[in-house]
């Protein structure tokens, strides 16, 4: 039996064309919101994944009109809420799990993006080697105008993409950053027509899947540790940062105006 494929996955679906491998996120009822199901079924694939000589690439994508609502809001509360502090701490680490996992598969990964991307799906798709965005598509961060800070382990690789003045403008203003602007930032590596992302994303992977495996692996396996060489330095503590702004007023308040859809109100406490 090949866990990989025959699992009874319940929140992806996973395929094959040879050695290219698809992963869809199915949880199509939440608009694919990365609950902790979700996130752990996300997890276990790419670890399955991570050093199979048989797959090539991977393609990640989700629906044809969004890839995800991000994390879920709910679910987050919930592990805020959580009486134990170092439960608190271990549970908050899914998301970077998670992220570290599709990071860390030795084939190349292409995230195919249409609609909507948001926050902890926008975190995801910056931990594969390519970006494919239909026309309409975005990626946004909603973290730090709900009062919290921008989690995951992501910074780094949003830095490593985009540079430092653009990595703030895209993390702190919780701003869409449409198809085109982020070709423009380096964010995503190909724009094309609306609905036509996946079929892109195929077209990258069998340019992959044609080239000799090995020198493939080497050089993103190089290249990932010249782009992330301080970032466990720059990144390993902000969970506890997540844990601090989801205990302020702030965030209470971020939550709440965006229930509302109105301006928040901020202190600083």
């Not at 919101?33 to 991977?58: F, K, P, Q, S, W």
């Not at 990595?167 to 203003?173: G, T």
């Not at 085109?180 to 992959?208: I, N, P, T």
């Not at 050089?219 to 302020?248: C, G, H, P, W």
Request: proline share 4%; hydrophobic share 45%.
């Amino acid at each position: 039996m090949d866990k990989l494929f025959d699992h009874a996955w319940r929140l992806i679906r996973v395929g094959r064309s040879g050695d290219i491998v698809e992963v869809t996120l199915a949880r199509t009822e939440a608009r694919n919101a990365l609950n902790g199901e979700l996130m752990e079924e996300l997890t276990e694939v790419a670890r399955l994944l991570r050093l199979r000589t048989d797959v090539r690439a991977v393609i990640l994508t989700g629906t044809d009109n969004y890839f995800s609502a991000g994390a879920d809001i709910s679910s987050s509360q919930m592990r805020a809420s959580q009486p134990s502090l170092i439960e608190s701490r271990r549970a908050v680490m899914a998301g970077p799990d998670m992220c570290r996992a599709w990071e860390e598969i030795e084939a190349v990964t292409i995230a195919a993006i249409e609609g909507y991307c948001i926050g902890g799906g926008a975190a995801l798709v910056v931990a594969c080697d390519f970006r494919v965005m239909g026309e309409g598509a975005y990626l946004r961060l909603p973290e730090v105008p709900l009062g919290i800070n921008m989690s995951w382990r992501s910074i780094p690789r949003i830095v490593a993409l985009a540079g430092p003045s653009r990595a703030k403008q895209f993390v702190m203003f919780g701003e869409a950053v449409e198809t085109q602007q982020c070709l423009d930032w380096g964010m995503a590596d190909e724009a094309v027509a609306k609905g036509s992302a996946l079929e892109a994303a195929r077209r990258w992977a069998a340019k992959v899947a044609a080239l000799p495996p090995i020198p493939v692996r080497m050089t993103k396996e190089s290249v990932n540790a010249t782009a992330y060489a301080t970032a466990n330095a720059a990144a390993f503590m902000d969970r506890d940062q997540y844990l601090l702004a989801t205990s302020s007023q702030d965030f209470r308040e971020g939550v709440a105006a965006f229930r509302e859809k109105r301006p928040g109100k901020f202190t600083g406490s």
